[in-house]
């Protein structure tokens, strides 16, 4: 037994009713022709069997009226039914084309749906994901203004991005919203709203002054495992003529939407405590070897001073003098280095609200001051949006002020090159971070030094999170060091290795 109507998807029904309308097209098509045939048969032999003297003209005559008001009858009949398969047709087409245009439309929400994921989970800094999510969203569903409130574990809100605004726009609105109105709504009620009229919704408390004109709404929470992130707030589905209403369809994409807003949110949270932790142990490890190096400076300028006190003593002033030079010289490289060190606690790991190239940039900047040497920061195309881990994060940005380090104490010159870049390699996209100089160098094959000892820690810091160390140098060819870092999350950009 074939399903009910009901029961048949709607595409197969479709196919249906074609494969009917085209039997009954072709059986008119052969009635248009065999109909008239055999009437005139069946007349023909009516009127030779009752009729047969019907040959004067009025016979023909009264033979040519009923020919006549048949073909009439009949045309008409023909003519009714072909406008009714006409009108069936275009039915049919207004539907075919109505499925094609919400088939369109669903397909374009599914890619803007999955660009969205790709572009959410390629960044891990919370404030960027948080502009990105207010957006996205806007892009999704053609909303002229877009917002999104953040709560916290008790439920207040405790930030309000919003998009599609001007700055003054933004600055006259003044404080954020304490969630009365429909905002309000979603908090109590945990699912969608949709209004087409905001003002005439009695929920609606109204716009504060300054506050630009908006007319259709959409509020989604975001929520994940029964835990609620915040709210997006569209306003204004921009159509042809105006604000249009927001559809079932924007409503359900947002929906998805919203539940990707909300695993990006708490990956970025994490995230950001996952780097708080890595930059907190490299804070204590850098303390240890400042507590270190400062005991063995000061234990040092001690017995100095001892020995100099002696010299004094005995008369020998030139034997003091030099001693006075040595302890001077030691205190200056100890001042150096206590500076460093004060810098490296400022810059390890970029912290849940900087990334990479910022606290580079940053680190850089303050190192060219203190130094004098002049750095070269050269950021390759998808630096920016590269995902490191946090423990890979840390320690590339060590490297990089060893290798700094080590160029003020040991290359005798005034200027640094610095590259980053992302490459792809046989093992992946990874970046790439090469650091320069054309200052004194040395010879590898020499073991012992503090400038070997500095490479060695590199080594190790880069090894202990699946990176890549390398060093060219050569006495009076510079130095050149490069490292290759594991990514998490690889952009569009890259360069071949």
């Known amino acids: 037994m074939p399903p009910p109507a009901h029961d048949v998807p709607r595409h197969l029904l479709g196919l249906r009713r074609g494969s009917i309308g085209a039997m009954r097209f072709r059986s008119l098509r052969w009635l248009t022709v065999a109909v008239p045939l055999l009437f005139l048969a069946v007349l023909d032999v009516v009127r030779h069997q009752f009729w047969p003297e019907l040959h004067q003209w009025p016979g023909n005559l009264f033979l040519l009226l009923i020919v006549g008001g048949a073909s009439w009858i009949f045309s008409r009949e023909v003519f009714n039914e072909a406008e009714r398969m006409e009108r069936r047709i275009l039915k049919q087409n207004a539907r075919l084309q109505e499925v094609s245009e919400t088939a369109r439309r669903q397909a374009s929400q599914l890619h803007t749906l999955h660009q969205a994921g790709l572009a959410l989970s390629a960044d891990l800094t919370l404030e960027s994901v948080l502009r990105r999510i207010v957006d996205l969203a806007r892009d999704l569903t053609g909303a002229r203004y877009g917002a999104l409130g953040v709560v916290d574990d008790a439920g207040h809100m405790v930030r309000f991005l919003t998009s599609g605004l001007t700055e003054e726009e933004r600055a006259k609105l003044g404080d954020p919203p304490t969630g009365r109105g429909l905002l309000g709504r979603i908090f109590h009620d945990d699912h969608p709203i949709r209004v087409e009229h905001i003002g005439a919704d009695p929920r609606s408390v109204g716009f504060p002054p300054g506050h630009p004109p908006m007319l259709t709404y959409l509020g989604v929470p ?173 320690q590339l940005v060590r490297i990089v002020q060893e290798a700094l380090a080590n160029i003020r104490k040991h290359a005798r010159t005034a200027r640094a090159r610095l590259q980053l870049d992302v490459v792809i390699g046989g093992s992946g996209p990874r970046l790439r971070v090469r650091i320069a100089d054309d200052g004194r160098g040395f010879d590898l094959s020499q073991s012992g030094g503090s400038a070997h000892f500095g490479l060695a820690i590199m080594r190790e810091r880069a090894e202990g999170v699946g990176g890549v160390f390398d060093v060219e140098t050569a006495p009076n060819e510079g130095t050149r060091v490069s490292v290759l870092m594991p990514l998490e999350s690889a952009p569009g950009a890259a360069t071949t290795a």
């Open 222 to 394: 975001i929520i994940l495992h029964d835990r609620s992130y915040g709210n997006l707030y569209l306003t204004d589905k921009q159509g042809p003529d105006g604000p249009i209403p927001f559809t079932d369809e924007d409503e359900s994409s947002v929906r998805l939407f919203a539940t990707q807003a909300a695993v990006a949110m708490d990956n970025a949270r994490l995230h950001g405590q996952s780097q708080g932790l890595a930059a907190a142990i490299e804070r204590e490890r850098i303390a240890r070897e400042l507590h270190d190096s400062l005991a063995q400076a000061l234990g040092y300028v001690r017995l100095q001073a001892a020995a100099a006190r002696d010299a004094v003593a005995h008369e020998q002033g030139a034997r003091a003098s030099d001693i006075l030079t040595q302890i001077g010289d030691v205190a200056g490289d100890a001042f150096v280095e206590v500076r460093e060190a004060i810098l490296g606690l400022r810059s390890s790991g970029s912290g849940s609200d900087r990334t990479l190239t910022v606290a580079l940039s940053e680190y850089v900047a303050r190192y060219q001051q203190q130094t004098g040497v002049e750095v070269d920061l050269e950021i390759g195309p998808g630096v920016s949006e590269a995902g490191l881990a946090p423990a890979v994060e840390v």
